[in-house]
């Protein structure tokens, strides 16, 4: 439990309610935490679909329309109605917009929802304070873990704090926050420290503040 300043312990000149300076830097480093997530949000919302995604798709009003489905190899999909169509390299928009078309002969102004539940081309972003923050494609070949990742984003910048390095997850619908501590693996040699990462996973690495 942070230490809430008062009076009594710091002299009658403090506000009883002043915020200690762990807060303060939890609170900063939560609204740069929100803003890496939002920069995440967006880069997906620009992802053109791949070969080998499974996507949800969700027609308004017609339950029994949905589906889940993969897209093949050349990049199309069989939907009912609608039939064998190309959705890869669309936008998640550009598909929706593309598949309402195609049902329109069938449905009075169809509604589409399209979900990519899983990437065919599995990614993890690493983002905060890393020279180089974004998507790495993950390897096929062997799995990659925190340290390499950030090695690849071009490792920290200067105000980087690496003992603070968080992985981002969600595992069967439950958000989790994993703390890394870098200086285990790289200062005491601890690999156990350097966990492999997951589909999706996103590595945060927050500001020093000393």
């Given at each position: 439990m942070p230490e809430i300043l008062t009076p009594q312990s710091v002299g009658a000149a403090v506000p009883a309610f002043t915020a200690s300076s762990q807060e303060q830097q939890q609170l900063i480093e939560e609204r740069i935490l929100q803003s890496a997530l939002d920069q995440k949000s967006k880069s997906q919302a620009n992802y053109k679909i791949q070969p080998g995604d499974l996507l949800e798709i969700i027609v308004f009003k017609e339950s029994d329309m949905g589906r889940t489905l993969?897209?093949?190899?050349?990049g199309t999909v069989t939907f009912p109605l609608a039939g064998n169509l190309k959705l890869s390299e669309l936008s998640v928009p550009e598909a929706e917009s593309f598949l309402a078309v195609k049902l329109s002969d069938y449905i009075k102004a169809p509604q589409v929802t399209i979900l990519i539940k899983e990437y065919g081309?599995?990614?993890?972003?690493?983002l905060g304070e890393v020279k180089k923050p974004g998507a790495i494609q993950l390897p096929t070949e062997r799995k990659l873990t925190v340290l390499e990742a950030i090695t690849l984003a071009g490792g920290f910048t200067d105000i980087a704090a690496?003992?603070?390095t968080k992985v981002l997850r969600n595992a069967n619908g439950q958000n989790q926050s994993i703390e890394v501590k870098i200086s285990r693996i790289t200062?005491?040699?601890d690999k156990s420290a350097d966990i492999f990462l997951e589909p999706n996973d996103t590595v945060f690495v927050p500001q020093s503040f000393f």
């Open positions: 993969r897209i093949s190899g050349n081309n599995k990614q993890i972003y690493v690496p003992d603070r200062k005491e040699g």
